[in-house]
């Protein structure tokens, strides 16, 4: 059996027989905290542009190859490449029926199965194996991990990522032939969407914009997975930049900033919370002086005909005015809510934004700027009932993450994660909750 170094050299010597690399300065690092990495050679180093990894959009692996070749979806963007040899399509009630990030994900599994037949094979067979998953996403943890956290929003969005699940693999797999309902097996569905989830990327950000032509669908209805080009680890602080030749059909992951030798290279998911990082990766960023990346989100209703601002909202473990609340900043509606009053200073604009025309939009008066609301230049009856629905859904928050407290020690390393995000998510409530106590009555 080979070992993962060896499975990475292969993967390697796949993507370059199509005119990809790694930089040569770059070596892929594996170990049990940062599972794959890259980092740079000793004596090596990296500068600002240089190319991190080369690939070949022909590597690539999405809803577009399970349709390329069909003849019921012929188009410029699903024909410039030719199909696998031999490819076994998919029924076509299946292919327009099934919503196309369902059909990438089934895909996923099509080319698992075949094993060495696969053209992905060198990649598939250096991500997590569909027997390991029970520790990398929350929503695929054994169930008494999952009571953990129990009490936090990641509880509740878990509950409904398994419906959704439940609900997509029984449509789809309905539209199959009978005997391949045996082989796409509900745990190997589950898989493929953790495996997208955590590595995938959005199409348009990597394809040249006229792959959307002739689509039967929008661009960003699917993920697209990127073999080696997914191996670098997240943090919102790297500076990089993604890049894709229309000529060439390569796209490049370059580096923004230098790294020395022995230096991790990192990727940027994006601004992205610990909550959503610990859903769709299976991790959270631990907080320092320089980043914290705590956040508690909060869910209001969305009205289409009052132009709703946002439904979904953040709570900030420190002021979104700290250096250190960078993600926070970054969903700020507008750079001067960080002059705001103390008592919002740990809240996205947003939400108060919202709140304020929810209790004034029956007197006419929401059309106050945001300025003017987040420095509480408003009525203090409205200022005095904005803090009191904040403070009394921020205490049944806390409350319902108290009350759920485990009933016995963690004893695995899923229960220890999710014990130290429910222990952030107090302290951001605990913070917040403090900051709405500085409005005078």
């Known amino acids: 059996m080979a070992t993962i170094s060896e499975r990475y050299d292969e993967l390697l010597r796949w993507v370059e027989s ?139 969005a878990i509950q409904d990522i398994k419906s959704n699940l439940k609900k997509e693999y029984k449509n789809a797999s309905k539209l199959l032939p009978e005997n391949d309902r045996l082989k796409y097996t509900r745990p190997l569905y589950h898989w493929a969407y953790s495996i997208f989830t955590s590595r995938s990327f959005r199409p348009s950000l990597i394809f040249p914009p006229e792959t959307s032509s002739g689509l039967p669908c929008e661009l960003d209805d699917f993920s697209v997975l990127l073999p080696l080009y997914d191996i670098g680890n997240h943090s919102p602080l790297a500076k990089i930049a993604w890049t894709t030749d229309e000529q060439t059909q390569i796209c490049v992951l370059k580096s923004r900033q230098t790294y020395s030798a022995g230096e991790q290279v990192f990727n940027n998911y994006g601004m992205k919370t610990n909550a959503e990082l610990l859903l769709g990766y299976g991790f959270i960023l631990p907080e320092s002086n320089d980043l914290h990346n705590d956040y508690v989100h909060i869910k209001t209703r969305t009205d289409p005909e009052a132009g709703d601002l946002a ?59 945001l300025s003017r609301v987040m420095q509480g230049d408003i009525q203090h009856e409205v200022l005095r009932k904005i803090v009191d629905i904040l403070g009394s859904k921020l205490s049944i928050d806390l409350e319902e993450i108290e009350v759920n407290e485990p009933e016995y020690e963690a004893n695995n390393s899923n229960q220890e994660l999710a014990v130290l995000y429910r222990e952030q998510c107090v302290r951001v409530l605990e913070s917040a909750l403090c900051s709405l106590m500085t409005v005078d009555d």
């Not at 399970?66 to 029924?91: C, L, M, Q, V, W």
Request: charged share 20%; net charge negative.
């Open 18 to 156: 199509d005119g990809g690399h790694l930089n040569p300065a770059i070596e892929i690092y594996h170990d049990d905290i940062t599972k794959g990495s890259f980092r740079v050679k000793a004596t090596c180093s990296i500068g600002v542009d240089d190319a991190i990894v080369t690939l070949p959009l022909s590597k690539s692996l999405s809803y577009l190859d399970a349709i390329r070749g069909h003849p019921a979806f012929a188009s410029p963007s699903t024909s410039d490449a030719p199909s696998p040899e031999g490819k076994d399509y998919f029924p076509e009630e299946f292919l327009k029926e099934t919503p196309p990030h369902v059909v990438g994900r089934f895909f996923l599994i099509q080319q698992y199965l075949l094993g060495p037949e696969s053209k992905w094979w060198p990649y598939i067979r250096t991500l997590p194996q569909p027997e390991h998953m029970s520790n990398v996403l929350p929503v695929m943890w054994p169930s008494d991990d999952i009571e953990f956290l129990k009490g936090t929003n990641a509880f509740t």
């Open 311 to 369: 439904a979904s909202h953040v709570i900030s473990l420190r002021p979104m005015a700290d250096r250190s609340s960078f993600v926070g900043r970054s969903k700020l509606l507008s750079a001067n809510s960080l002059s705001c009053l103390p008592c919002f200073s740990h809240i996205q604009d947003t939400l108060i934004a919202a709140l304020y025309e929810s209790i004034t939009k029956e007197d006419g008066t929401t059309d106050t700027s």
